[in-house]
T-cell receptor
Framework: AQKITQTQPGMFVQEKEAVTLDCTYD???????LFWYKQPSSGEMIFLIY??????QNATEGRYSLNFQKARKSANLVISASQLGDSAMYFC??????????????FGKGTSLLVTP | GAVVSQHPSRVICKSGTSVKIECRSL??????MFWYRQFPKQSLMLMAT?????????EQGVEKDKFLINHASLTLSTLTVTSAHPEDSSFYIC?????????FGSGTRLTVV
């Protein structure tokens, strides 16, 4: 079964606007972590933001914020003030279990974001 | 911050030959190394998990005799694609884990001709 679902294959946003990329997850673990990565055409994986399952506050990192709704099992990424350089693939990922052990990340299928002038 | 050096970044090889991909953690010790494969416009799919000094654990459907993983030290893990075929052409990327989190290599684009 798909553990991470990203329903938007592609998104467009105009420069300087905000955009929300959707992510829902499925787990029966109480302890888990949610990650967002950016992958430009070069292929590198750039870490953006992390939310732990026990974190009560939504995570924020500069222009990135994570809208964490635990009951709905959603972890949407919000990018504010989009820039042309934000055009890339964005992946939502989940680590099940605590962060004290090396569990693999499960990735969603990704959303391709295109920022237009 | 933590850095994982992955080499080569691109490789073209002939069908039937073997290719070795290296991932080296430069300033930390990687307790666990994950190897992923990514086909064009698709997600990262976990191939195997390796811990230093022990045999790798392969995901269902991944041939362990074809994709040889060696994690001989806490700073070096290698993936060897043996007897490569065109269908093995893909983007391979490693991810090292320590208690500070995950650090990805820059990836290797393998083309088998």
């Amino acid at each position: 079964a798909q553990k991470i679902t990203q329903t938007q294959p592609g998104m467009f946003v105009q420069e300087k606007e905000a955009v929300t990329l959707d992510c829902t997850y499925d787990t029966s673990d109480q302890s888990y972590g949610l990650f967002w990565y950016k992958q430009p055409s070069s292929g590198e994986m750039i870490f953006l933001i992390y939310q732990g399952s026990y974190d009560e506050q939504n995570a924020t990192e500069g222009r990135y914020s994570l809208n964490f709704q635990k009951a709905r099992k959603s972890a949407n990424l919000v990018i504010s003030a989009s820039q042309l350089g934000d055009s890339a693939m964005y992946f939502c990922a989940m680590r099940e279990g605590s962060g004290n052990s090396g569990y693999a990340l499960n990735f969603g299928k990704g959303t391709s974001l295109l920022v237009t002038p | 911050g933590a850095v994982v050096s992955q080499h080569p970044s691109r490789v073209i090889c002939k069908s039937g030959t073997s290719v070795k991909i290296e991932c080296r953690s430069l300033d930390f010790q990687a307790t666990t190394m994950f190897w992923y494969r990514q086909f064009p416009k698709q997600s990262l799919m976990l191939m195997a998990t390796s811990n230093e000094g022990s045999k790798a654990t392969y995901e269902q459907g991944v041939e362990k005799d074809k994709f040889l993983i060696n994690h001989a030290s806490l700073t070096l893990s290698t993936l060897t694609v043996t007897s490569a075929h065109p269908e093995d052409s893909s983007f391979y990327i490693c991810s090292a884990w320590d208690r500070d989190g995950y650090t990805f290599g820059s990836g290797t684009r393998l083309t088998v001709v």
